[in-house]
């Protein structure tokens, strides 16, 4: 599944199909993170890792694709690396901020609540099961659950913020997303901070 993985991401890449701008859920909460240390998995073209980079953020970007990896190659501050997400593991107590958008590993979850430093930040944002999505069928395991990362993250995280709204993706399609603002348990930063 892996090597299939590769070579469909590697064609998206060739062809540039990606959007370039970072999301507005980046832009807006990046500045969450106490600390300069980001991690972007499943970077693709770098969108989020250029946009971190320019904030002073010294960035992991991990794809699986080697043609994403290539473009984000000598860019300074960015440590681009090609990886296959279905065995590696994230480093532990490593990141302030966790960027992950449009690329759904449930296994990875447990391991980027471990990545994290305290009060570390996880920005998410990716597509929703819903009946009137237009774009054509997805293997549903690609697609959250309504309410399915509060349930997991709340645990551990505190969730700062986690809208599900319709949106219009790439191609054209009206999509229904969700998108989380995660802070890990540790105290620190108050909800007056945040919404300062």
Avoid at 94 to 112: A, G, H, K, N
Wanted: hydrophobic residues 35%; charged residues 30%.
């Amino acid at each position: 599944m892996a090597q299939e993985d590769k070579e469909r991401w590697d064609e998206k890449h060739t062809q540039n199909m990606m959007p370039q701008e970072p999301t507005t859920l980046v832009k807006k909460y990046a500045h969450l993170a106490t600390g300069k240390k980001a991690l972007d998995i499943a970077c693709g073209n770098g969108r989020h890792s250029r946009y971190l980079a320019s904030l002073g953020f010294e960035v992991d970007a991990l794809d699986i694709s080697s043609v994403a990896i290539a473009q984000l190659q000598g860019e300074a501050h960015i440590h681009a690396k090609e990886v296959d997400f279905d065995s590696y593991r994230l480093e532990k107590n490593s990141y302030d901020l966790i960027v992950c958008t449009y690329f759904l590993e449930r296994r990875l979850f447990p391991q980027m609540i471990e990545a994290l430093k305290p009060q570390g930040i996880i920005l998410m944002e990716t597509f929703l099961h819903n009946e009137g999505n237009e774009r054509p069928p997805s293997n549903p395991a690609f697609m959250l659950n309504e309410g399915e990362l509060e349930a997991f993250f709340d645990h551990e995280m505190e969730i700062l913020h986690i809208p599900e709204f319709w949106d219009t993706d790439y191609q054209g399609y009206k999509t229904m997303k969700t998108a989380m603002v995660a802070r890990k348990k540790s105290g620190g930063m108050t909800d007056e901070d945040f919404w300062a």
